[in-house]
């Protein structure tokens, strides 16, 4: 009995072994290598030259402007896409959850961004959105509204993301709230009318509530992704103008892969990072999460 149980563990063992390779190789060897190189100098075109100083890396992120204005824009990023994006993925989820054959043409349509690289949409989008030549600024036009700078404004360029990011995203959401409504028995609905709640009671009082568990883990999931903010601002404004679209992923980018500093850009890493799962703790104690414990 022990001989074939230690061979079922070791086949065990076995079917896991490439998964635990590739998390090892791509995930927690780049997650200590960050950690270690926080506290070093390392630039990598004198990689003989790293030399061990401690705190000094953090000394100066905490007086460094642009990462501090980096954590700004991803604070109002994060603001406003979760109540836009989870609400309009809401909305979708609600006008195509019934049986009709015509709604699999509208599902496939709004998913259908979400299949899409973010670099495509964002080149698009770019487009689309030229002061001069671009299509949204005719349409406004039209309408006697005047051209609008759009990406090349400061006041506007991190809101134009935003709505971007919302319009790409919500589909993949939407599928989701999609599940999670037809999980809901026709029982209670048909409980709730016999006691005379109207549609907006019925959907106060018994979709969102039944929706909880699934609200939540499409909650935790877009927040980190909203966290992770960089192919749009990457591609669409480079960060600019006047930094007003900087995330802190797209500033690590810059300092490491530009810059070539990595012992800044992994201490950014470092920082980042901690900020990240104490707003996810915070989100699951908010919201009553306790599934995970």
């Known amino acids: 009995m022990k001989k074939e149980r230690f061979k079922e563990t070791l086949a065990g063992y076995a079917f896991l072994s490439p998964a ?5 190789l791509f995930l927690f060897l780049p997650t200590l290598l960050s950690i270690y190189y926080a506290f070093t100098n390392y630039y990598v075109l004198t990689p003989d030259q790293t030399q061990f100083i401690g705190l000094d890396n953090f000394k100066r ?12 824009n991803i604070a109002k990023f994060v603001v406003f896409i979760i109540p836009i994006q989870l609400g309009l993925a809401l909305g ?15 599902k496939i349509a709004y998913f259908s961004p979400v299949v899409m690289s973010l670099v495509v949409v964002s080149v698009l989008w770019l487009v689309l959105l030229k002061p001069s030549s671009g299509l949204i600024n005719s349409i ?3 309408f006697g509204i005047k051209s609008q700078p759009f ?3 400061p006041k506007q360029a991190m809101y134009v993301i935003i709505a971007v990011s919302a319009w790409q995203g919500a589909g993949y959401q939407m599928l989701i709230f999609l599940a ?18 109207s549609k907006v009671q019925q959907f106060f009082n018994v979709t969102l509530p039944m929706l909880k568990p699934t609200s939540i883990m499409i909650l935790t999931t877009t927040l980190i992704d909203a966290f992770k903010l960089v192919i749009q601002p990457m591609v669409m404004t480079q960060g600019g103008p006047l930094n007003s679209t ?40 908010l919201t009553g999460d306790d599934s995970y414990e």
């Open 20 to 24: 635990l390779i590739i998390l090892g």
């Open 180 to 197: 999670g409504l037809q999980n809901i028995p026709s029982e209670v609905y048909e409980a709730a009318r016999i006691d005379g709640a």
């Open 140 to 142: 406004l036009n039209v």
């Open 246 to 285: 900087l995330t802190p992923v797209y500033y690590i980018y810059r300092s490491g892969f530009t810059d070539r500093m990595v012992g800044y850009a992994s201490s950014i890493t470092v920082v980042f990072g901690l900020i990240i799962i104490v707003f996810t703790i915070f989100q699951r104690k």
């Open 92 to 106: 979708l989820a609600l006008l195509v959850n019934n049986k009709r054959k015509s709604t699999i043409f509208y």
């Open 61 to 72: 992120l905490f007086s460094d402007s642009t990462f501090i204005t980096s954590l700004k």
């Open 151 to 153: 990406l090349t404004s």
